[in-house]
């Protein structure tokens, strides 16, 4: 093995962060969505790009900074882009899933993305929100502090963007649409991608790998981003250790450990010692998933290099030793929460967490799989010959054929949504034991509506039906607060008592464990619908997704103004 990676020639080149000379200015970016032939695991074929980049460009800017980027669509898809974390206050129209905030960019049109960066500093990502084509369209999205504002940590040597991903050999959109057919599960990917790369454990992959080359004795801050379609992921770098001290572009109370999870939707920020005793060894940092219940999944590995260079050189020196990283087995839900539970705010004066101490809306969402009835004279390929399907209080979410947003903002939702998406489940069972007798979900286009500035409270709870999985929740247009997570079915007269209001984590996806629940506090302070999903792209595909309505406040600051003039159409 020493041998063969001895023989790797193909360095990944880490984009560089450029920083501009002041804050708050507007850095135009120009997207071109087109097709690019990109060869893994012997196969080559065409895939949707930005730039023909796989994978896309890094964005960069400084909190206060606007950006505009214009994306000019030059594939037979229709498209969007999001830009996950990214709050989007009062900009929902720049937000980006398909048919909530806008239509698709169709074939030879254009939109400009135009938002500005407002109290946030971190690690954030981009990805497409349509269909699967995220699988390929996705990109770091690095946002710095203010010129002259620190971070509240050791300042690094370099920063380097990781960003993990999924390779498919087959055509993702056909591989979904098939799924949705027959009503069984996708296929899984062929390969895990650090940085695009699948990395030597691959067929014909010893030349498709990442190396990050360091100097002993360094600090590296490494910009972790999954962007993995249907996989939390286990992270980790042989003999080394690291320091989490960001979670989704909000710091975090640092602390030590060999390895991470994280989910798909989420990024870490960790620092990375290198260790000045180290100048002839190669180390794999490895990446696989976590998985739980019945799901397939991809059972593999995709692995990178850490190569040592002496200090005086640019280059790494000859490799006399390569170390393996031990990362936990692939179902160990004990280290996946104990994990979990050290992500704690910073929660002090320069950045305080301001949890909502009171509540004004109360919700509690049963989250999980269920089934459709198979069509007639059709064969399913799910459980007892059914489809799979999924819900949010029984109710699968069914994708309208006009934006929610323009719908809400021109007061013509009428055919397109309803607004009484249910507060509670429509029927109590026990969630984590014995399915019920009935397993099949509703559908329909539902909201929920907030006042604005409401203070909300929601308990996400998984339910065990066909199996028990952990759900990465993702919330647009908001952060959230993390306040309790448990096991077993949520109790509402004692578990509260157990909520931390104090150093909660702060953060825009988190995943409600197997069998458990996770209750997560936010401000409704965003005019605008907002969808809020769980990242496993498969369980997004069968309906495990529903929008918010938040309402217009009082103040002319508190209202969602008009959208632009190249918003597309329908």
């Keep these: ?97 398909a048919y909530v905030t806008q239509c698709p960019i169709q074939t030879g049109r254009t939109y400009v993305y135009n938002f500005t960066i407002i109290g946030q500093r971190g690690t954030l990502f ?67 991608t650090i940085n695009g790369l699948p990395g030597p ?130 179902n160990d839900t004990s280290f996946a929460t104990n994990y979990t539970q050290r992500l704690r705010s910073l929660a002090n004066a320069q950045f305080p967490a301001n949890v909502p101490q009171t509540v004004d809306k109360q919700f509690f969402f049963t989250v999980g799989m269920g089934l459709d009835p198979c069509n007639k004279n059709q064969t399913c390929q799910g459980p007892i010959g059914a489809k799979l399907s999924a819900s949010i209080n029984n109710v699968s979410f069914v994708q309208p054929i006009t934006a929610l947003l323009q719908a809400h903002f021109f007061g013509k939702s009428d055919g397109v949504y309803d607004t009484d998406f249910p507060n509670n489940p429509p029927f ?10 009935n397993m099949f979900v509703g559908h329909g286009t539902k909201v929920a509506v907030l006042p604005f500035n409401a203070s909300v409270e929601v308990v996400l709870q998984g339910i065990s039906i066909l199996g028990t999985e952990n759900h990465p929740f993702h919330l647009h247009g908001f952060n959230f607060f993390v306040v309790g997570q448990g096991f077993g079915n949520y109790d509402p007269s004692k578990d509260p008592s157990s909520f931390n209001l104090v150093d909660p984590l702060e953060g825009n996806t988190f995943g409600v464990p197997p069998a458990g629940w996770v209750a997560i506090r936010f401000r409704a302070d965003n005019p605008g619908v907002w969808l809020m999903h769980c990242h496993l792209e498969a369980h997004t595909s069968w309906g495990l997704k529903m929008a918010w309505l938040v309402l217009d406040g009082r103040l002319p600051n508190q209202k969602l103004p008009p959208p632009p003039s190249d918003l597309p159409k329908c």
């Design 201 to 330: 454990l691959y067929n014909c992959s010893v030349r498709d790998t990442f190396k990050l080359s360091v100097k002993p004795g360094k600090t590296y801050l490494l910009r972790l981003i999954n962007a993995a379609l249907n996989d939390n992921l286990f992270f980790g770098i042989a003999n080394h250790t690291l320091t989490v001290v960001e979670a989704d572009a909000v710091y975090v109370k640092p602390f030590h450990t060999d390895n991470l999870l994280i989910t798909p939707g989420q990024t870490i920020n960790v620092l990375l010692k290198s260790n000045p005793h180290y100048p002839n060894a190669a180390f794999f940092m490895a990446v696989r998933p976590y998985t739980t219940g019945l799901a397939t999944f991809d059972n593999s590995t995709a692995v990178g290099l850490l190569e040592y260079q002496p200090p005086n050189s640019s280059h790494p020196s000859n490799i006399l030793q390569l170390f393996n990283p031990s990362l936990p087995p692939l």
């Design 126 to 192: 981009w990805h497409a929100h349509f269909s699967w084509q995220r699988s390929t369209v996705y990109g770091p999205l690095v946002i710095l502090p203010k010129r002259g504002e620190p971070y509240p940590f050791i300042k690094p040597y370099k920063e380097v963007p990781i960003i993990f991903g999924e390779w498919f050999n087959g055509d993702p959109e056909a591989i979904i649409a098939q799924a949705l057919q027959t009503g069984g599960g996708p296929n899984v990917s062929d390969a895990y």
């Design 428 to 437: 109590p069972f026990n969630y984590t034991g014995a399915p019920p007798n």
């Design 1 to 97: 093995m020493v041998a063969l990676l001895l023989a790797l020639s193909v360095l990944f080149l880490l984009p560089e962060l450029t920083y501009a000379e002041h804050a708050g200015i507007t850095r135009h970016y120009k997207f071109v969505i087109q097709l690019q032939n990109v060869t893994r695991l012997c196969h080559t074929k065409s895939i949707v790009t930005v730039n023909g980049q796989f994978p896309g460009p890094t964005i960069v800017a400084r909190e206060g900074d606007r950006l505009a980027v214009k994306v000019v669509n030059h594939v037979q898809n229709n498209i969007t882009l999001h830009w996950h974390g990214v709050r989007q206050f009062r900009s929902g129209w720049a937000d980006g899933p």
